[in-house]
């Protein structure tokens, strides 16, 4: 296996969570819905907005690599769901979904090899795809481990989880 295999290969599980780390799967497997939009004790989070904290954010990552007419984001606001936002099961969902989606997408251009991985983001400032899929590795595994904490936190673990 060549240099270049072995960092897809190692990008990739990093991506998934395969190595050292709980898999967005696994975190938001079996959430109660009823209790979505409850604040974690002592915060002002509620689950749902860490899970659309997490989509907007690896969503944005994403279309900073792909899109040569990319527009940065405004900080916070762009990366939060509004304060109070009430969430429905079908916005839950919905997010679920659109961060897996995301997620398969930077797999598949990790995993492709036309990918540099090392050449910069022609619209970025010095950026490259590594960094990028380094950058919300990185930011996934926070908070997805925020996530199982604040699962742990509520008591919104079910019975088939193995902690």
Known sequence: MSQKEILRENLAA???GEHARMSFEEAVKEFP???INENLPNSDTTPWGLLEHLRLTQ???LDFIKNPNYKYREWPAGYWPKQGNKATKA???????AFKKDLQELQN?????KTD???DIPWGEGETILREIVTVTNHNAFHI???AIMRQAMGTWGKSHRG
């Open 109 to 113: 251009i990790v995993n492709d090899p």
């Open 33 to 35: 819905l009823d209790r």
């Open 145 to 147: 481990g925020e996530f």
């Open 117 to 119: 991985l090392y050449k």
């Open 59 to 61: 969503e944005d990552i």
């Open 91 to 97: 916005d839950w969902e919905k997010s679920v979904r």
């Open 14 to 16: 990093l991506l998934t």
